[in-house]
């Protein structure tokens, strides 16, 4: 009776132990799988812009979704994307599209320093006909300066790769740029 009751206690004492190791590796394993996404994710921001304009026979359209990983408080690392049409009426249509890389630096929180490397297919047809038309690639380098509050920075940057060629009508450029 001694050894049946010493079979029990102890097959009870390897159920235990067994329930015990089984519960342990279950909630590491949840740990692990639920907080590595959220920490990836929670460092992501998503921004972007939309244009519209229109005019006396021009119609300018854009769309320029972005996204960033901020690294930390200072640096952040994004890609985005962009398509912008252009058409004034008897003279041109044109379509651009591409994608850029950003980075920002802020050295303080009220402060952003960006560089922006931007590259654009530009297809411009400069008549009705879509006969005589230009197809070419638009790179710039845009360094940024802009005042910062909150997802909000307000600023300029300059083109330096700028040349007679170039589709923007000048070297500077002010911006507003809303991450959330």
């Given at each position: 009776m001694a050894k049946k009751r010493l079979f029990e206690v102890t097959k009870s004492f390897l159920a235990l132990i067994a329930l015990f190791f089984a519960s342990a590796l279950f909630a590491q394993q949840n740990t692990m799988y639920t907080t590595m996404p959220n920490q990836f994710w929670r460092n992501v921001q998503f921004g972007g812009g939309l244009g519209l304009g229109f005019g006396s026979g021009y119609t300018d359209i854009s769309l320029a979704p972005s996204a960033i990983y901020n690294f930390n408080e200072y640096v952040a690392l994004g890609l985005g994307v962009q398509y912008k049409y252009l058409k004034q009426r008897d003279f041109f249509a044109s379509h651009l599209y591409g994608g850029s890389v950003?980075?920002?630096?802020?050295?303080?929180?009220?402060?952003q320093l960006s560089a922006e490397l931007e590259q654009l297919r530009v297809n411009v047809n400069l008549d009705e006909s879509n006969s005589d038309s230009?197809?070419?690639?638009?790179?710039?380098?845009f360094i940024g300066l802009g005042y910062r509050s909150g997802n909000a920075t307000i600023g300029g940057r300059?083109?330096?790769l700028t040349d007679k060629n170039n589709?923007?009508?000048?070297?500077?450029m002010p911006f507003i740029r809303v991450y959330f």
């Open positions: 950003i980075g920002l630096f802020n050295p303080i929180p009220e402060i230009q197809n070419y690639w638009n790179t710039g380098l300059y083109n330096v589709i923007y009508g000048s070297a500077f």
